[in-house]
Nanobody, 117 residues
Framework: QAHLVESGGDLVQAGGSLRLSCKAP???????????MAWYRQAPGKQRELVAS???????TYAEFVKGRFTISRDPSRKTIYLQMNSLKPEDTAVYYC????????WGQGTQVTVAS
């Protein structure tokens, strides 16, 4: 069983929305509840970058390039974090991953988001 399973990516038009999910089935619930979890993305030819994070206390932090457009949330009962992405732009095209804030878990396969202009 994978440590992290991302889903929800798709091909959308600019201005559209998507909701990504990331399940952490192998995390102990108490660990998940206290962990700062994050979404990252990696575009072709670029390094992986931090998109958003949420602490155990549900304080959210966002990269400047997604502020006001993306919302991170978490559901402890499902050991899942979400990324609601609105007003998508072509430059948001990337593979999206989740992990702890320090990337301490084995990376999942990611989920592809493609935004067409």
């Amino acid at each position: 069983q994978a440590h992290l399973v991302e889903s929800g990516g798709d091909l959308v038009q600019a201005g559209g929305s998507l909701r990504l999910s990331c399940k952490a089935p192998r995390m102990i619930t108490s660990t998940f509840n206290s962990a700062t979890m994050a979404w990252y993305r990696q575009a072709p030819g670029k390094q992986r970058e931090l998109v958003a994070s949420t602490t155990g206390g549900r304080t959210a932090t966002y990269a400047e390039f997604v502020k006001g457009r993306f919302t991170i949330s978490r559901d402890p009962s499902r050991k899942t974090i979400y990324l609601q992405m609105n007003s998508l732009k072509p430059e948001d095209t990337a593979v999206y991953y989740c992990n702890g804030i320090n990337g301490e878990l084995p990376w999942g396969q990611g989920t592809q988001v493609t935004v067409a202009s």
